[in-house]
């Protein structure tokens, strides 16, 4: 009796051992997310979060191994509201917790300034702030992983003049970082392609009557009304165009290229409202059909205007840090300014400051309050 139980108790000790190195060979990595998870854009920041955790659950699956370890993958979500004060709050948070990979901000309004936390913390940043400042701080490991103000609004202004086939324009815009710096952007181009200005305005992110504005626009006659602000606005203001018997188009960026606009602007935004957004048409590129399945089945919702961008970095950041062989971030992002990814939503590479290349952008108009696109200008 005496020699069994010897032998069940050594067996059990070589079990514990073996359980215990199997243990000690897993990393745990952390992947921070922020952005919008309460307030008007809420929809927006879970639908980036959702794009980070469907990659990270899918690499555990994976049971990828780096420097001889198998990491595990865990994402660590922050709200910022889309608020510059809680967004630096937040980036300093995840900087303490000593986490090197973040994802987000949605805002630019939010990225301008937490983006000096990232980079002082070490941190690499991948973010769909749009505003031009947003790589322009000097930071190195900063990516922006959609198009740009600068490309988006002047695209919008060309289309505005040579497929809409517009001669005056009334402009109004939010007064954030984001609305305004693509407000600007587009009617930079907009006066290049020989389109009159008749009016600007301005609103802001929290407004819900835009009825002095508009009054003021209707007497303009503008041909199209640009909007640089967010599909919270958007929608509301759409609707109340149509009250006011405005008949000009509205147009905006990514940011309003969205089905809450259509939630939000119910039928009025049929065949009425106009907007650009950085990415590809999921439905007519080879996986895309494959990751709203697969989105939908896990979230049970469809991805929304970045799900699939972020999702894509994420993948990016997790196939360097294989070939890198470390998960030091001082290794990583070389490979991101250097190599290439092909993701769902488009090709990554990066210029030397943080810009994608060749970023695609989709033109979308609205039928049954659902964006439709009408392709790539």
């Known amino acids: 009796m005496q020699t069994t139980f010897t032998r069940l108790s050594l067996a059990g000790a070589i079990a514990l051992a073996l359980a215990g190195g199997a243990q000690a060979q897993e990393q745990i ?4 997310h922020t952005g919008p998870l309460s ?3 809420a929809f927006a920041g879970k639908d980036n979060e959702n794009g980070v955790r469907m990659a990270l659950e899918e690499a555990n699956a994976k049971k990828i191994m780096v420097g001889g370890k198998t990491l595990k993958f865990v994402l660590e979500s922050e709200d910022d509201a889309c608020d510059p004060k809680a967004g630096v709050s937040v980036a300093q948070k995840l900087v303490d917790a000593g986490i090197k990979y973040v994802m987000g901000p949605y805002c630019s309004g939010v990225a301008i ?12 940043l991948s973010t769909v702030g749009s505003n031009p400042k947003v790589t322009l701080g000097g930071y190195k490991n900063l990516f922006r992983i959609m198009a740009g103000d600068n490309e988006i609004g002047s695209r919008v202004a060309v289309y505005t003049a040579k497929v809409l086939k517009a001669k005056t324009v009334g402009v109004i815009d939010d007064r954030t970082a984001f609305g305004q710096g693509l407000a600007m952007e587009f009617t930079k181009e907009a006066k290049a392609q020989g389109l009159t200005i008749v009016g600007a305005e301005f609103t802001t992110d929290k407004a819900t009557d835009f009825s002095a504005i508009l009054t003021n626009m209707k007497a303009k006659q503008p041909d199209v009304i640009f909007y640089g602000g967010y599909a919270a606005q958007a929608g509301p203001m759409v609707r109340q165009m149509k009250s006011l018997g405005i008949t000009a188009k509205l147009l905006g960026g990514d940011a309003m290229c969205t089905v809450e606009t259509g939630k939000l602007g119910g039928d009025a935004v049929n065949d009425t409202v106009f907007c650009a957004q ?33 999702y894509d970095q994420t993948n990016f950041i997790i196939a360097s ?17 250097t190599d290439t990814y092909k993701g769902v939503a488009g090709n990554y590479a990066f210029d030397d400051k943080g810009n994608m290349k060749g970023a695609p952008i989709t033109f979308y108009t609205y039928k049954g309050g659902v964006p439709v696109p009408l392709g790539s200008y």
């Open 113 to 124: 300034p937490a983006s000096r936390v990232y980079n002082d913390g070490g941190a690499i």
């Open 321 to 337: 840090m294989q070939k890198a062989n470390s998960l030091d971030p001082a290794k990583v992002a070389p490979l991101l300014y």
């Open 278 to 310: 950085g990415g590809a048409v999921l439905d007519k590129v080879a996986d895309g059909p494959a990751f709203k399945a697969n989105y939908k089945k896990r979230f049970n919702q469809d991805p929304d205007t970045y799900g699939a961008s972020f």
């Open 39 to 41: 307030g008007a854009n």
């Open 29 to 32: 990595v952390k992947f921070g």
